[in-house]
């Protein structure tokens, strides 16, 4: 009778690691592949501003709440005219979600800047290959260019924030 008690609790005992080691997992799945509705079809390849904020509304509303103070501006109004800013990103990823609809709210503030929108599926690809051609691992990914020279990447979020990181690789690359 010890035996079998002893062999229960051992495989519970094993049971309870791999719930441990793969409930994270599953949830980390779950919560990246529902993050649009289920109406909203995950899209890969280049895509308009327009289309992004017509067929995903969270991108849209995002837009709507964020606000640039009035400092943020000013710094925003002096980047080179020259910058440019590849946006690496999944409509199904929250981060980008967050992020997304930041940078395209900072890029109205100077229209001589120029980007591009790349959606990528969930396992980073997309029809022209642009996120493998520019080694994007997570998204988003916002890749900075000052001319044809990269000066920066931001990758998945910023370090202080999309301004502030922006402006420092400006500032770093003496561009």
């Given at each position: ?52 904020l ?19 501006k000013a ?10 800013i ?30 591009r ?59």
């Amino acid at each position: 009778m010890a035996f079998l008690f002893l062999r229960k609790a051992i495989f519970l005992k094993a049971s309870i690691k791999s719930l441990v080691v793969i409930a994270p997992l599953c949830l980390s799945i779950f919560s990246c592949s529902h993050a649009t509705s289920h109406n909203e079809t995950p899209i890969t390849g280049e895509i308009t501003q327009e289309r992004l904020l017509k067929d995903y509304q969270g991108f849209q509303s995002g837009i709507e709440s964020y606000r640039i103070s009035p400092e943020d501006k000013a710094i925003i109004a002096q980047w080179p005219s020259d910058l440019h800013i590849d946006i690496f990103f999944g409509t199904w990823c929250h981060d980008s979600q967050r992020e997304v609809p930041r940078i395209l709210s900072i890029l109205k503030e100077n229209t001589q800047i120029t980007s591009r929108l790349v959606a990528l599926g969930i396992d980073k690809s997309d029809p022209k290959n642009l996120g493998e051609t520019n080694n994007v691992k997570y998204t988003p990914t916002m890749v900075i260019r000052v001319g044809d020279k990269e000066i920066g990447r931001i990758v998945e979020r910023p370090i202080d924030s999309l301004v502030s990181d922006i402006t420092g690789f400006i500032k770093k690359n003496n561009a």
